[in-house]
């Protein structure tokens, strides 16, 4: 008997221990809402971090270590009844291998969210329904969040989870909820129908390389990985071709443009150059920002 629970004991640790994708930090601000028990804004924090960081998205098996940080700050600006209406605000980041450095890969805020919610109401979801817009809403940001950090890994590695989200943009179109709808402008449905579009291929491009062959690669060589993560830059020429000022190029460069100034201010002149062009180019409304490249 002794031996057999010695070798159950040693089985259940030596077993692979596998964790939800998630490691999300979540913020309520309800600040700007008046004559309300401020109570079941604890009770909303802890069903929404729960609904986020227990549940199975992927068939995918993360080690804790590995649970995508990230954090949502959804910021309550006005209340009739259980229907409150606001922002939401995403950030997720990732390590950079052989450093202590974390980079943004994501920030995104989303201005016009409503969604409803009773105190200790039960978040259901199911993906193929429309129960509520809040669970989709954070379900749609799960798969965003778990798509863009796939696609610093694998080139169009975040494709499973795009599409999900897309599923997602489809399902909602007719609950009447603002942001999910084609006639909009740089909404939820564009932000994810534009990333899989042909078009987009060079931000794909950029994403894997930017990362993986640069980011990644500096903690070896950081010539070699600034390098790479130029070339990475450079297929944003194409989508400024195809579409130029598009949305989704705002929203990579919101997360990016400090760090790539950071990263290119030590570099030699020649590189300041050749990457202060195209920045200006596929990026103009940061220009004045670039200029510090070259101080």
């Avoid at 940080?69 to 209406?85: H, K």
């Avoid at 894997?208 to 500096?218: A, F, S």
Wanted: aromatic letters at 14%; hydrophobic letters at 35%.
């Amino acid at each position: 008997m002794r031996y057999l629970l010695s070798v159950l004991f040693i089985s259940v640790f030596l077993l692979p221990s596998f964790s939800q994708e998630l490691n999300c930090d979540v913020v309520i601000n309800s600040e700007q809402l008046e004559n309300t028990d401020r109570t079941i804004f604890n009770d909303m924090k802890t069903a929404i971090f729960e609904f986020l960081n227990t549940r199975r998205w992927t068939s995918s098996k993360y080690k804790p270590h590995e649970r995508i940080e990230c954090s949502m700050l959804i910021n309550l600006t006005s209340a009739n009844g259980n229907t409150y209406q606001g922002s939401i605000q995403i950030q997720s980041r990732r390590p950079v291998y052989g450093t202590s450095y974390y980079t943004t890969v994501w920030s995104f805020k989303d201005q016009d969210v409503t969604f409803t919610y009773d105190r200790n109401s039960i978040l259901e979801y199911n993906e193929n329904t429309f129960i509520s817009n809040l669970t989709t809403l954070l379900a749609y940001y799960t798969y965003m969040i778990i798509g863009y950090d796939s696609e610093t890994f694998a080139l169009n590695g975040g494709t499973p989870y795009f599409t999900k989200a897309q599923n997602l943009t489809s399902m909602a179109q007719s609950s009447g909820y603002t942001g999910w709808s084609s006639t909009e402008k740089r909404n939820r449905y564009w932000l994810v129908e534009n990333h899989l579009s042909p078009r987009f291929v060079g931000l794909r491009k950029c994403f894997y390389e930017y990362h993986r062959k640069g980011l990644d690669q500096m903690g070896e060589s950081i010539e070699d990985g600034r390098g790479n993560l130029a070339t990475g830059l450079g297929h944003l020429n194409e989508v400024h071709t195809n579409y130029p000022g598009s949305f989704n190029m705002r929203v990579f460069f919101d997360a990016k443009a400090g760090e790539v100034i950071k990263i290119f201010k030590e570099a030699n002149r020649e590189e300041k150059e050749e990457v202060l062009n195209l920045l200006n180019k596929v990026d103009p409304a940061n220009t004045l920002k670039y200029q510090e490249i070259m101080q």
